[in-house]
């Protein structure tokens, strides 16, 4: 009864199961696996398993590892592109064991191998979702201070840049044109502040109107130049459903050195930001736009 079983098991389970002797020779191909490769069990039998289902890149570390694991008695779990019939890649991972003879000695590595690709992709898209401002597509905040506190290692070897933006006005568009409306302007923004960064700085979202720029090497004078730019692409008129819509930008900068806090590099950034609105509109107090 066990027997029928097993045998019942490995040709119907989805897994590829594979077993392959200390030369690499396939000595068992289980149903799935033929499907997965477009080969019948005669026609894998005997065949050296890397040149059927691993690909170029990979072949020299599959050798290896069968050949370890014969020789230790110990196989590990690994993930690794395998090929399909049509000559596809599909991510595979695999459950490894070494069989032993009734001598005790090890003969053979047995394979279990569960094709991965879709879910690996799901997780790929849902880290990188976590580290994305939803509405416009660039790096939220989480994602921003991960990356500032990376360029703030006392290891570091250069400053680091940041500037500090807030809309002006964006609270009437809101109130005017409605929320619709308000967050075209912020993708438009978003977008615009993309295409002024230079190759290696960060354009993130910290929440509502205000984005951060973190630019690695950037001193004062760089942080200036940038600025400038940024309140000339933003402050251009944004077509929306409603006409063409403009937003002023109030800017800060910082300049954080290896060994400091994000939080003391932002919140200087954020000080400054509040010194050119506050100079910018003629009043004190933070306007609410």
């Not at 499907?35 to 005669?42: I, K, L, N, P, Y």
């Not at 942080?223 to 006409?243: K, Q, S």
């Not at 937003?247 to 950034?269: F, K």
């Not at 506050?278 to 609410?288: E, I, L, N, S």
Request: glycine content about 12%; aromatic content about 4%; charged content about 25%.
């Amino acid at each position: 009864m066990d027997g029928r079983l097993a045998l019942e098991f490995l040709e119907g389970t989805d897994a590829l199961v594979c077993v392959v002797d200390g030369d690499g020779r396939i000595l068992l191909a289980n149903p799935a696996l033929q499907r997965f490769t477009g080969r019948t069990a005669d026609q894998l039998l005997g065949r050296c398993f890397v040149d059927v289902y691993v690909v170029p890149e990979h072949r020299e570390l599959a050798v290896d590892a069968v050949t370890r694991a014969v020789a230790t008695g110990r196989a590990h779990p690994q993930e690794g592109d395998w090929l399909t019939a049509d000559g596809g890649r599909r991510l595979i991972s695999m459950q490894n064991n070494v069989l032993t003879g009734p001598d005790g000695r090890a003969y053979a590595v047995a394979t279990v191998g569960i094709d991965v690709t879709d879910q690996r992709q799901r997780e790929a898209q849902l880290s990188e979702r976590a580290r994305t401002d939803r509405l416009t597509g660039i790096p939220n905040r989480g994602t921003f201070f991960e990356e500032l506190a990376r360029h703030l290692d006392a290891g570091a070897d250069c400053v680091c840049g940041v500037l500090f933006c807030d809309l002006d006005g964006f609270k009437g568009v809101n109130d005017v044109h409605g929320h619709a409306v308000g967050d075209a302007v912020l993708v438009e923004v978003a977008a615009r502040l993309r295409a002024m960064a230079a190759p290696g700085h960060l354009v993130a979202r910290l929440g509502g109107d205000e984005f951060v720029v973190l630019c690695p090497g950037c001193d004062e004078p760089a942080l200036t130049a940038l600025a400038a730019a940024a309140r000339a692409r933003v402050g251009a008129p944004v077509p929306t459903a409603a006409g063409p819509v403009a937003v002023g930008v109030s800017i800060g900068s910082a300049v954080g050195r290896p060994g400091e806090s994000p939080d003391e590099v932002i919140t200087r950034a954020d000080r400054a930001m509040y010194g050119a609105k506050t100079r910018r509109h003629r009043r004190p107090g933070r306007p609410q736009d």
